[in-house]
């Protein structure tokens, strides 16, 4: 047999040889080695399942959230409402206690003195229920718990969702990967095609809604006197520094801050007792702000502290009663603040019952010190 023709020969036997290699492998098995798992008529890599889980457990974390800022906001509520009938009671008494000076009929005298006492046992007894400063701070750890905790969940779906997304990408550019679907596919009536699949594409709408209600912002503190302060607007028209105190319990504003603001402490406003950071108790005033905004989040009705006109060595303290509302990194050695919240998440109401006991709140630690005015 001449070399030329013997050549050809054991080409083409060669050429055969792989050829039946490569058929015994198949496109399933070439599709296995890829990870793409068939399901339906949709090959799909087995990531979408981890995917599916990872989103049933960021509901339940949803759950758990709404449940603790509804615990949160139920609480605020009720405090404020008995703050509210503190004050329409205290006035009440007062009114009565002027009846009881001047010379009523023994029998008219007796009646008021009855309503004196009904209404003092009601005060008594709205004053147990105030709240429970150590309770409060329970429900507010608890929120911000679960607040972040689905946060983190969404953060880590997405590090999950990515990956499986590009590798359809590549996938669907690998022109074996295609063949071998179309392969999968002769002498059927519905073509498999290659996923994502629409489970996967909806679960991806979902993520995308939850990553759009989740809002971030980075704000610049100035440092000044070991302190760090940033810009707050007050009922959308005011804007002033004020320290940046993970320390302090409420919002703390000094007298004279507050009274160029709008806010005057009256008689009927309750009283609270705070510690301040040289170890003093004094007596301060607790109002409400209409709104406070820090970049591009307002918060409304935010609880505030007001010190004693003569106490001024305390500085305008950004607390918990406005720091609650996020959660926030804080880096010292940039200056930088980043804000996070979740926006308008759907909550049942659930009632909470704090306990009684007697109200004290500790400030701040924080030096007397102010952008203008350096420690």
């Not at 009440?92 to 046992?121: F, G, K, M, W, Y």
């Not at 590549?170 to 679907?181: F, H, N, Y």
Request: aromatic share 4%.
């Amino acid at each position: 047999m001449p070399r030329i023709l013997w050549s050809c020969l054991v080409g083409l036997v060669l050429l055969f040889s792989a050829a039946v290699g490569l058929g015994a492998e198949g496109p399933d098995d070439l599709l296995k080695e890829k990870g793409l798992k068939k399901s339906g008529t949709t090959y799909v890599l087995a990531g979408e399942a981890e995917v599916q889980k990872k989103l049933n457990e960021a509901r339940v974390v949803s759950k758990q959230m709404s449940n603790a800022l509804a615990q949160q906001q139920a609480y605020v509520q009720e405090s404020r409402e008995n703050k509210q009938m503190i004050q329409e009671l205290t006035q009440q008494r007062i009114a009565l206690n002027q009846q009881l000076a001047q010379q009523l009929p023994p029998a008219q005298h007796n009646q008021v003195v009855a309503v004196v006492n009904t209404v003092t046992d009601r005060l008594n007894l709205l004053h147990q229920q105030e709240g429970n400063p150590e309770a409060k701070r329970e429900i507010d750890a608890q929120a911000s718990g679960r607040r972040e905790a689905y946060v983190q969940a969404i953060l880590d779906l997405r590090q999950l969702v990515d990956p499986i997304t590009k590798e359809y990408a590549e996938l669907a550019a690998d022109p074996g990967v295609v063949q071998a679907i179309e392969q999968a596919g002769q002498g059927t009536k519905n073509k498999p095609v290659l996923g994502p699949s629409k489970a996967f594409l909806n679960n991806l709408k979902l993520l995308e809604r939850a990553e759009s209600l989740v809002l971030t912002e980075t704000v610049d503190l100035k440092k000044q006197g070991g302190i760090f302060w940033l810009d707050v607007t007050f009922n959308g028209k005011i804007t002033k520094p004020m320290a940046f105190d993970t320390g302090a319990a409420d919002v703390v504003l000094p007298a004279e801050f507050a009274a160029s603001i709008g806010l005057k402490p009256g008689p009927n406003d309750p009283t609270v007792r705070c510690q301040v950071a040289d170890g003093s108790i004094v007596e301060a005033k607790q109002m409400t702000v209409s709104s406070m905004r820090v970049g591009k989040f307002t918060i409304k009705d935010v609880s505030c502290t007001i010190m004693p006109a003569d106490k001024k060595d305390v500085p305008p303290l950004l607390g918990q009663t406005f720091q609650k509302n996020f959660m926030f990194k804080f880096s010292p050695d940039s200056g930088k603040l980043v804000l996070s919240r979740i926006e308008s998440p759907d909550a049942p109401t659930v009632p909470v019952k704090p306990k009684a006991t007697t109200k004290k709140r500790a400030t701040t630690k924080a030096k007397a010190a102010s952008p203008d005015n350096p420690g």
